[in-house]
RNA sequence: CGGGGCGUAGCGCAGCUUGGCAGCGCGCCUGCCUUGGGCGCAGGAGGUCGCCGGUUCGAAUCCGGCCGCCCCGACCA
């Protein structure tokens, strides 16, 4: 391919607005561009890396043993009524109309779809397992896009989808899926952990993340150097060893104003304690029941651990005519002392905690030297906060940090949460009808671009890994007017062609310095500068954030070989 | 959804406070010159100032409404 009439329009400077570097750089090079929030073109330089990512994830999940599809994208949404879904993912599922006025969605999963597939598709024990995926577009509302392609409203997917009879079919189709997302991840040579995670709004257990490591990442991470765990904080385990109850004497109850000081903040600057002498009380629906949540008020309460220490199916914010009703009292002032109808289930770290302050289930008032036991009973205890930075690992003791990464992956055991609404079943050799085990497993493909290009990069623009890479090289020429050299990049172009490798051609009659800029912006692993040294048959071989060397012609190609021999520069560090 | 900011030539921006010829840099076109890191000189094209309405002799500028985009925050009692 020739730049002169190659699309690839490259911009000297993005609007201010533009903050992420990976976001500013794909903008740049002419990588993508926005249409409107949160959607974007893909220009022919962005399209040919997500075609590379996709071709590895294709070759990953072929070789996994999965199946590839294609499915709509169009969903009645009365599919996605059956699974409760609708109700769940709220205004993030995009909703169009047809003609006729009924209802569809714009698919941002296909758990629905896939399953009433399957389901009228399998009869027996027999036909199973097997995986199916496809690589399609997703559709979320997100609240607010950011960051170009980490985080758009139409974007890129993988999604596979695993069907077994039993569980143990379940855990063998999943391995198998991780097994081939640690191999895509490795061919692409981007750094990741794997994090334990939590089901959103997918549903399962045994989730993980597949996270790349940026400080402009959007998700927090824990990890343990002591044991290399690493986690969400929401199912972040925290040791609780170091718990030890409080031998501070019980203070006298004490009612306290607090006139119109409902949260945190408030509190503690009117009543001049700090947060952690403060226990939050949240009001929740687990099933339909209602429960008091008690965590420390410097504390964020997970959501996910109080659903697993409750069991339930479902967990929801009280509303406020039940928080008001169970606590007798406008919303803000709720607290564990006297509070009706509800189980009191409070964080483990507040065995160790005395004479601490609460809402005192009256508008306006909070209590003081509140102690579990003698003025609520003992609660049930369960960790039910976010782990932080600082806080004990569970498996090791030592101390969590804490950094953000951008998840790229995420493999969830569904079990039978879509098969079951769906009814998607099959006969068992013991004659009897059975739901299928699912398992479901997304991957990125234009956020990994995103990805890679946020930590391959350097002050002059994107280093792209071979992998994904959208040319392997780029032949320059200092002027384009000398004949000399014109000839010979042309042969040098060929030949490059015909060792196997994508190679662009820059022909365009610019100046030396706007070839480089570009070509360095562009992050094609390989250049080949055709300059002074032409008339001598010789040429300079680069690396894109590496080497260099001059050689024969001849040489070029085995040259470059060389150097490209590696997927990412020997040496690379990302910046900051 | 709450808060803040922005919308003027292809791109990046100034002008708006105090109403009176629509500007700058880059890019683009033509010519000359130059050719190892976003050259130089000369000439030129290119604008419904986001949209609708109002005030005014006169609106990019003031007022109202709408649309779009960016950033921050968001069930924490």
New binding site residues.
């Given amino acids: 391919m020739r730049t002169g009439e190659f699309f690839a329009?490259?911009?000297?400077?993005?609007?201010?607005?533009?903050?992420?570097a990976s976001?500013r750089l794909l903008l740049?090079g002419g990588f993508m561009r926005?249409?409107?929030?949160?959607?974007y073109c893909l220009l022919p330089l962005g399209w040919r890396v997500v075609h590379n990512i996709e071709e590895i994830v294709r070759e990953e999940m072929d070789a996994a043993g999965a199946q590839e599809l294609f499915l709509p994208t169009l969903h009645p949404v009365e599919l996605w009524e059956k699974t409760g879904r609708t109700e769940s993912w709220g205004p993030e599922l995009m909703r169009i109309r047809d003609r006729n006025d009924r209802a569809f969605c714009l698919g941002g999963t296909h758990e629905e779809v896939i399953t009433q597939l399957v389901a009228s598709g399998v009869r027996s024990y027999r036909e199973l397992p097997f995986t199916l995926y496809q690589i399609q577009v997703k559709f979320r509302d997100e609240?607010?896009?950011?960051?170009?392609m980490v985080r758009a409203r139409e974007f890129g997917m993988k999604d596979a989808y695993s069907f077994d009879r039993d569980l143990a079919g379940l855990d063998r189709s999943y391995d198998a899926m991780v097994e081939g997302y640690h191999r895509i991840m490795q061919r692409i040579g981007l750094p990741y952990h794997v994090a334990d995670s939590s089901g959103e709004g997918i549903g399962g257990w045994d989730t993980r993340e597949f996270v790349s490591l940026s400080e402009a990442g959007e998700t927090a991470y824990v990890r343990c150097e002591g044991c290399d765990y690493h986690a969400t904080p929401e199912v972040g385990e925290i040791s609780t060893s170091e718990i030890v109850p409080s031998d501070d004497p019980m203070q006298p109850l004490e009612r306290v104003e607090t006139p119109d000081?409902?949260?945190?903040?408030?509190?503690t600057a009117f009543l001049g304690v700090p947060?952690q002498r403060?226990v939050?009380?949240?009001?929740?629906k687990a099933d339909g029941r209602v429960v008091a949540?008690l965590?420390r008020?410097d504390?964020?309460?997970s959501?996910d651990k109080l659903k697993a220490a409750l069991g339930a199916d479902e967990l929801?914010?009280?509303d406020?005519a039940t928080?008001e009703r169970v606590?007798g009292?406008?919303?803000?002032?709720?607290?564990p002392v006297g509070i009706k109808e509800a189980e009191i289930v409070a964080d483990e770290e507040l065995r160790g905690e005395r004479n601490f302050v609460?809402?005192g289930n009256e508008a306006d008032l909070?209590l003081r030297n509140v102690n579990w036991g003698r003025d609520f009973p003992e609660p049930r205890w369960a960790q039910i906060r976010?782990a932080e930075p600082g806080d004990p690992c569970a498996k090791c003791g030592k101390p969590l940090t804490e950094y953000h990464g951008i998840e790229l992956g995420h493999v969830f055991k569904l079990g039978t949460k879509y098969s079951d609404p769906l009814e998607a079943r099959y006969l068992d050799e013991d004659g009897e009808r059975k739901p299928i085990i699912m398992g479901c497993y997304g991957f990125g493909t234009t956020r990994v671009m995103a990805a890679v290009a946020e930590y391959f990069r350097d002050d002059?623009?994107i280093i792209w890994p071979r992998s994904v890479a959208p040319f392997d090289a780029i032949v320059i020429t200092?002027?384009?007017?000398?004949e000399v050299q014109r000839t010979l990049a042309e042969r040098v172009y060929a030949e490059l062609r015909a060792a196997g490798l994508d190679v662009l051609l820059e022909d365009r009659?610019?100046?030396?310095?706007?070839?480089?800029?570009?070509?360095?912006?562009i992050g094609v692993p390989g250049?080949i500068?055709?300059?002074?040294?032409?008339g001598e048959g010789?040429?300079?071989v680069?690396r894109r954030g590496g080497e260099?060397t001059?050689v024969d012609a001849d040489e070029a190609v085995a040259a470059l070989q060389k150097l490209m021999a590696d997927n990412v520069p020997a040496g690379f560090r990302p910046p900051e």
């Fill in positions: 329009p490259t911009l000297r400077q993005v609007s201010g607005d533009v903050e992420m976001h740049r926005q249409l409107a929030a949160g959607i609240i607010r896009p950011r960051g170009g000081q409902r949260t945190i903040e408030q509190v947060a403060l939050k009380t949240l009001i929740y949540a965590v008020g504390r964020d309460l959501e929801v914010m009280g406020p928080i606590s009292a406008p919303v803000g002032f709720a607290g609460t809402g909070h976010n002059a623009g200092i002027s384009q007017d000398d009659d610019e100046r030396p310095g706007v070839k480089f800029k570009d070509a360095d912006l250049q500068v055709v300059g002074r040294l032409a010789k040429v300079e680069r260099s001059t």
